[in-house]
């Protein structure tokens, strides 16, 4: 692929935007940084399974920013699961909605990034990383900054709700950028919902501070149409005893990929990463994970699970970098498959750095098919084999599940899992 045809996307989406009415040099960068390196080309190391510069070049026709939908209080209503109680912020096409969202006023401040832009806005999420950070920030519409102050512990969870469709337009771009300040605590939840079946491209970024122990727990629900192009962005600074924990659940969509980095920088911390993909039909999930230890006695520990049927793919590409001063670093990774057809893919690539050597440090992946004497097991008990097999499957993917730390939120998205699997016969 020669630089011009690399290019070529990058350059059509930020001539469609045509912005540079804020953030000036910070979009003026990230185009720079586009110009020169264009989006990732099919051979490119980190993009080398998840060929998404061409699909994009598939899928999507109309490269401006998608304009906001007609939402209703009912939209939001049949969206927000069973029992929540908590704020909701809603995000139509990838902007706020003031309107539609619900405060309660608990104790945290909300500004949009146009009104108020925190001194290390972008400084988390570089765009230097990944050309998607680039592409968000070069085009991104507005954003939300989230505070919660030091010693504030937010009782009810904040639930972020995005509504997305293409509408005169397909490129959504999402903006997030949270600080948690010393000794506060908070849960945020997110869900994504498509509003139609056709495509779109979701190209989020989120930024979070996690301060000198504070405890961030971030639990999220990907279920978005068959025809949705996502690229979500994650990127987490953990200081001195903070602990952040993410969890991800992935159900559909065409393609998605997700980058997730967790940055330990202080001793004491510690950070999880906990995934689960359902896949169906042709979808295909790349989940990219990095965590980078850099001081010693911190902590991270990593589990993700797949379930793969019909010409699904999964991918799975997990690295933990010890830095040489991280002595005493305690890391584990793990990645769990399980294919339901003989078309379904899994590539899955654990990988560990080392430069410390007083450290205690696994990694392990597993790709098989359903254990047959299980499922005997439970036919020959009186279960058909559709529930016998719907039960395992739930068995092995509720791990991940009970990792989802909301009780209300995890009733829901195991429901929506239980149902997939049909261990509810």
């Not at 902007?95 to 832009?117: A, H």
Request: glycine share 6%; with cysteine.
């Amino acid at each position: 692929m020669t630089t011009l045809t690399k290019n070529k996307i990058a350059d059509q989406i930020v001539s469609e935007h045509g912005l540079l009415q804020n953030f000036d040099s910070l979009r003026e960068k990230a185009i720079a940084f586009l110009t020169e390196k264009g989006l990732p080309a099919p051979k490119e190391e980190e993009y080398k399974f998840t060929a998404i510069t061409k699909k994009l070049e598939q899928s999507i026709q109309h490269y401006s920013p998608a304009k906001p939908i007609d939402l209703t209080e009912k939209d939001v209503q049949r969206n927000i699961f069973g029992r929540f109680d908590g704020d909701v912020l809603v995000f139509n096409n990838g902007q706020f909605s003031q309107e539609l969202s619900r405060l309660s006023g608990q104790d945290y401040q909300l500004s949009l990034l146009s009104q108020n832009t925190p001194s290390e806005f972008g400084k988390i999420a570089k765009l230097e990383k990944d050309p998607f950070v680039a592409l968000n920030t070069a085009t991104f519409q507005d954003g939300v900054h989230i505070q919660v102050g030091r010693n504030k512990k937010i009782e009810k969870p904040i639930f972020f709700l995005f509504f997305n469709k293409a509408n005169e337009g397909q490129v959504i771009t999402s903006r997030l950028h949270i600080v948690v300040e010393d000794n506060a605590e908070v849960t945020f939840l997110g869900n994504s919902v498509s509003m139609d079946e056709n495509a779109y491209f979701s190209n989020a970024v989120t930024e979070i501070k996690v301060a000198q122990n504070a405890h961030v727990h971030f639990s999220r629900l990907q279920n978005e149409n068959k025809k949705a192009v996502v690229v979500d962005n994650f990127e987490t600074d953990i200081h001195r005893d903070a602990t952040f924990t993410s969890t991800v659940i992935s159900l559909s969509g065409d393609m998605v990929r997700n980058n997730l980095s967790l940055n330990l920088l202080d001793s004491g911390c510690e950070g999880n990463m906990f995934g689960l993909y359902l896949l169906n039909g042709k979808t295909h999930v790349d989940n990219h994970t990095n965590v980078d230890h850099t001081k010693p006695h911190a902590e991270s520990n990593e589990l993700y699970k797949g379930i793969l049927a019909d010409q699904s793919r999964g991918v799975f590409n997990g690295k933990i970098f010890v830095r040489q001063d991280a002595q005493k670093t305690n890391a584990f990774q793990q990645n769990n498959n399980i294919l339901l057809s003989e078309d379904a893919t899994v590539n899955t690539k654990p990988q560990l750095e080392i430069w410390a050597d007083d450290v205690k440090c696994s990694h392990g992946c597993t790709t098989g098919q359903l254990d047959e004497e299980a499922l005997f097991y439970l036919q020959a008990r009186g279960l058909g084999k559709e529930q016998a097999k719907g039960l395992l499957l739930y068995a092995f993917a509720g791990e991940v599940l009970d990792k989802i730390s909301d009780e209300h939120f995890r009733d829901y998205v195991t429901e929506i899992v239980q149902e997939r699997l049909g261990g509810n016969q």
